[in-house]
């Protein structure tokens, strides 16, 4: 069954291909690219998006569980994959088997993660916790030290790499400058100690989207890039060098116009009514598709190029629009929810969240389409 054209996710793969060229470029040194895959791309299906990053040559992913990770090797990827997030212990063996690369925070971990393998050793990357206060080593430089190598003599583990997660570091203002320059100078002071130690780690990365962009290091072997990779922006009152693209557009068709007389009231709990005869159009997505139940008359939708106000409050499946200003507008056209002209950023900020959330909540129903500008 075929049953598109109600709502759906147009995914643009040549966005994709333009933010990361235009992320490349503000990368220094050898600074290699890993791209964060998520939570299904950040909602953009992974299944589209990762066969296309892999032909466009990256070598890295990132995800957030195991499940992700597998889905990610049942669909043939054969990078590099690290879990940013837990793994249970009992599945040592099955992050042996996928050959997935498992965040480490704590020599505890290690230690079950070391009682399950029992079939080879687990790769890892130790966690710092330089001051976002979630995961990882949180002891000083010594300590951490100290801490990695009694994780590294543990036999069915392999430490590989070390990395740090940046607390606000698309905060442009001196003091979030500064914490991130701190943050930065702390796993640089563990990779020092280590050295002087003889301990060489391969992998050491400390860059996220934003991190990438305005705090650009040579020093981390991997830029983590999420946020941009799909075309929004880590903080939007903080530019970017280039525009990112936005890789999602949500579109839903009309099911139905008519006109309403003035007095007449629209929706759950009647909290619009009209002042004046209005064409009002039945869009078919609803809070259940992930189109927030906060824009409830607030946002506007595009229809034929024209801005149109959502009035009432938004449905489970269904919202209302005023199309008075459409002549030529019928059962069966298209709107678009959000993507280029209006953003899941500007959504978000309407809703009072970040466009990650705006993107990561389209929900499961609605079926991805790849489509290329
Ligand atoms: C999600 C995540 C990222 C990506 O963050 P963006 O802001 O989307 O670039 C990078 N690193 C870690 C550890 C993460 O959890």
Redesign the pocket.
């Known amino acids: 069954m075929n049953c598109l054209r109600r709502c759906w996710a147009e995914i643009d793969l040549s966005a994709v291909k333009y933010n990361i060229e235009q992320y490349r470029t503000c990368l220094k040194g050898g600074t290699e690219l890993l791209c964060?895959v998520?939570a299904n791309c950040?909602g953009h299906s992974d299944k589209l998006v990762v066969p296309y990053l892999e032909q466009l040559g990256v070598k890295w992913f990132?995800v957030?569980n195991l499940i992700e990770a597998e889905h990610l090797r049942a669909l043939g990827v054969d990078g590099e994959i690290i879990i940013?997030?837990y793994s249970p212990e009992e599945n040592a063996d099955d992050l042996i088997k996928y050959n997935i690369i498992q965040?480490c925070t704590e020599y505890s971990y290690a230690q079950k993660l070391n009682e399950n393998a029992k079939t080879g050793k687990v790769r890892l990357h130790i966690a710092i916790d330089t001051g976002m206060t979630r995961i990882g080593l949180h002891s000083g430089t010594k300590a951490d030290a100290d801490e990695i190598q009694k994780i590294a003599a543990l036999e069915n583990v392999q430490v590989e790499g070390m990395?740090t997660?940046y607390a606000v570091a698309?905060c442009a203002d001196d003091e979030s400058c500064a914490y991130t320059a701190f943050q930065t100078e702390k796993i640089l002071a563990v990779d020092e100690e280590l050295k002087k130690r003889g301990v060489a780690l391969s992998c050491v990365h400390f860059l996220?989207?934003?991190g990438g962009i305005y705090h650009s290091n040579e020093k981390s072997t991997l830029a983590?890039?999420?946020?941009?990779?799909y075309g929004l922006y880590?903080d939007p009152s903080n530019p970017l060098p280039f525009e990112p693209k936005p890789v999602m557009t949500l579109k839903a068709v009309i099911s139905q116009v008519k006109y309403i007389e003035a007095g007449t009231s629209v929706g759950y709990g009647r909290t619009f009514t009209a002042d004046k005869r209005i064409k009002l159009a039945t869009i078919t997505a609803g809070y259940a598709d992930g189109f927030p139940r906060a824009l409830s008359n607030k946002g506007e939708i595009i229809i034929k190029g024209t801005r149109c106000k959502i009035v009432g409050r938004i449905c489970m499946d269904q919202f209302m629009c005023d199309v008075s200003a459409l002549d030529n507008v019928q059962a069966g056209d298209v709107a678009t929810l959000f993507g280029s002209d209006i953003t899941a950023d500007d959504i978000a900020k309407l809703t009072g969240t970040i466009g990650?959330e705006i993107v990561c909540g389209i929900a499961e129903r609605v079926p991805r389409v790849e489509s290329r500008k």
Not at 224 to 229: A, M, V
Request: hydrophobic share 45%.
């Open positions: 964060v998520k950040y990132a957030s940013l997030g965040a990395f997660h698309d996220n989207s934003a983590r890039l999420g946020i941009i990779l880590p990650y």
